[in-house]
């Protein structure tokens, strides 16, 4: 696929087209809860 999109390495089109996992969208989303102050 690296070469038919012109990438110079597998490792860049890794870098550009991976998917992003649910556990990584959980950690970079905010608590509410948190912001809020309650407990």
Known sequence: MSKQL???SP???LT??????T????KWALN???LLGAD
């Open 16 to 21: 550009q087209y991976r998917t992003v996992f």
């Open 23 to 26: 556990s990584e969208r959980e």
């Open 32 to 34: 509410l809860s948190e």
């Open 6 to 8: 012109g990438h110079a």
């Open 11 to 13: 490792a860049f089109t």
